[in-house]
């Protein structure tokens, strides 16, 4: 009894770090601490022979520590201490390995109550939403702890979570737990939609595909692109639906042409994106090995940008950041900065490929599946959010990523060694 409660304390704590990190500003980043917490008391519980990475996992956890590592070089060639990037390497160079062996250690019959976290944030975030506009669903809502951008990037994810969580139940009726996964995708994905985030839908034909992967198997490949094809376009005539939606895609449009043709410094949605890249890409273009060292040296950069014309006085004055993690991380870190980042999204997402078109047993498939929307959407995301803004989404990437990877791992079994599994009843 002793050494379960520690096990469900744990697994508590798993399934409420992502309504926490939709409903509140700082829940987040302590749900983050306790499991780092819980890992190593669940560390020093175990037998030692099992406190070691399983191989077919070091290549993972290898990916997590090079965002360290870039910082590291970056502030040595620069001479200048960014807290944030070191905030940001530590939780993913400890939380990785740390998490992935708690997670190995409780085993899959326990961990996978977890994704109950992901219905009730599903749903929590979905009434938040429709909260904050009722009754005018024309509105943009303002909502808490992040803005409408990343929110509803978030609530993507946690809708697409959701679906894939199907193979793996959660409830003793079969029946009930499909519908219960199927309802919450559905109000989750209208959720999403009315918060009006116009990036989150070009990571959807990736999260079509892994769908299709993952329920059919490719044993068609022709019905399979056509399946893709006829999804894709009625979750485009879905989102159509909203006219308010509809017309911010199509100020994509306007904003990119007077951005490109009539006026290169105008502070709309869009050409503040385009003026912060150019201006980002010039800083790395100085400093391509180890960027400008720190976020005070990005502002600094682009104060200097804002003098030669270059970008608006009011980008110059209310942005630190470039609103995209790739070229956020060229620019400070340089170019091991942004090999980091790369490698961050898709060492884990090929990890997760691999399994889920190799492996034959549905749940793990499932959590295989659930692993690379991860990495593939926070990779789509950070092209048009700072996705790793704050620490609370950096310590959300890393917990997902090692839940996936301890849910999908096909481990051979440890010799007997006549003690209990701890995931055991």
């Known amino acids: 009894m002793l050494k379960r409660t520690p096990i469900w304390l744990f697994v508590s704590a798993l399934a409420l770090m992502p309504t926490l990190m939709l409903s509140t500003s700082t829940g987040g980043s302590k749900a983050y601490y306790i499991l780092l917490l819980g890992s190593l008391v669940l560390i020093l519980m175990m037998p030692g022979s099992q406190r070691a990475i399983q191989r077919q996992d070091r290549l993972l956890c290898a ?3 090079l965002p360290l590592l870039a910082a590291i070089v ?3 060639a620069n001479h200048v201490w960014s807290d944030v990037n070191f905030e940001r390497g530590f939780r993913l160079a400890l939380g990785a390995p740390l998490m992935l ?7 899959q019959e326990r961990l996978r109550h977890a994704l109950w976290g992901v219905i009730l944030a599903g749903v929590v975030s979905t009434a938040c939403v429709v909260a904050l506009i009722f009754p005018d669903f024309t509105e943009r809502p303002l909502t808490p702890a992040f803005n409408a951008v990343t929110y509803g990037n978030l609530m993507l994810l946690m809708a697409v979570i959701a679906l894939f969580s199907i193979p793996i139940p959660l409830l003793p009726n079969a029946r009930l737990d499909k519908a219960v996964k199927l ?3 559905t109000a989750t994905f209208i959720g999403f939609i009315l918060t009006q985030t116009r990036s989150g839908w070009i990571a959807l034909p990736i999260f079509i595909v892994l769908a299709l992967v993952l329920f059919t198997r490719m044993r068609h490949p022709l019905r399979l692109g056509a399946a893709l094809l006829c999804l894709l376009l009625g979750v485009l005539a879905l989102g159509s639906l909203n006219p308010t939606l509809r017309d911010r895609a199509e100020l994509i449009l306007s904003e990119t042409s007077e951005c490109m043709t009539d006026n290169a410094t105008a502070d709309t949605s869009i050409c503040v994106r385009l003026q912060l890249w150019r201006s980002s890409l010039e ?5 391509p090995l180890t960027g400008v060292g720190s976020g005070a040296a990005f502002q600094q950069s682009l104060r200097e940008a804002q003098q030669r014309g270059e970008v608006s006085e009011y980008v110059a004055s209310n942005y630190g950041e470039p609103h995209n993690d790739l070229i956020e991380a060229v620019a400070v870190n340089g170019a091991l900065g942004a090999i980091a980042l790369l490698l961050l999204y898709f060492v884990p997402a090929g ?8 492996l034959q047993a549905m749940p793990l498939r499932a959590a295989a599946a659930m692993g690379a929307a991860t990495c593939l959407g926070f990779a789509i995301f950070g092209q048009t959010e700072l996705m790793f803004r704050g620490m609370r989404t950096v310590g959300f990437y890393v917990v997902l990523v090692m839940l996936f990877a301890a849910l999908s791992s096909a481990r051979p079994a440890r010799p007997h060694t ?8």
Do not use: E, K, N
């Open 63 to 65: 990916a997590f520590a």
């Open 74 to 76: 970056s502030a040595a």
């Open 101 to 107: 062996l708690a997670m190995q250690y409780i085993g």
């Open 183 to 185: 309802l919450t995708t």
């Open 283 to 287: 800083m790395a273009a100085r400093h």
């Open 351 to 358: 990890v997760f490929l691999r399994r889920l078109v190799t």
């Open 418 to 425: 006549g003690a209990q599994d701890p995931g055991a009843a």
